[in-house]
């Protein structure tokens, strides 16, 4: 992988938005993904889609901070995708389309 990095490719996950399975508009600008806290409220994260698409060809959606990143199909099936360095990301309870 490092060797692949230092040569120049583009990684997986960063694939250009030309390569979404279909047009991006055709997937929403924001999703809330609800990951379930032990004995307090559900903790909610808005993800906004960015210009790149993910190995399964699908948006990558980041939150404001850019920690919370993933990969959610047409289908609303959603891939976590670690930010940093010794990540174990959690996969949401639910993920919800928000309307703008």
Same mark, same amino acid.
């Given at each position: 992988?490092?060797r692949a990095a !230092?040569a120049g ?11 979404? $399975?279909?047009?991006?508009?055709d %997937? =929403?600008?924001?999703y809330e993904l609800?990951?379930? !806290?032990?004995?307090?409220?559900d903790d ?7 210009? $790149?698409?993910g190995?399964?060809? %699908? =948006?990558?959606?980041e ?6 990143r993933?990969?959610?199909?047409d289908?609303?099936?959603v891939?976590?995708?670690a930010?940093g360095?010794h ?14």
């Amino acid at each position: 992988m490092a060797r692949a990095a !230092a040569a120049g490719a583009v990684p997986r996950a960063a694939v250009p938005a030309e390569q979404y $399975r279909e047009a991006p508009m055709d %997937y =929403p600008e924001l999703y809330e993904l609800v990951f379930q !806290a032990p004995a307090v409220e559900d903790d909610v994260v808005i993800v906004r889609r960015t210009d $790149r698409a993910g190995a399964g060809g %699908y =948006p990558i959606y980041e939150d404001e901070s850019g920690i919370v990143r993933a990969e959610i199909s047409d289908r609303g099936e959603v891939r976590m995708l670690a930010s940093g360095g010794h990540q174990a990301p959690r996969t949401p309870l639910l993920a919800r389309r928000l309307v703008t």
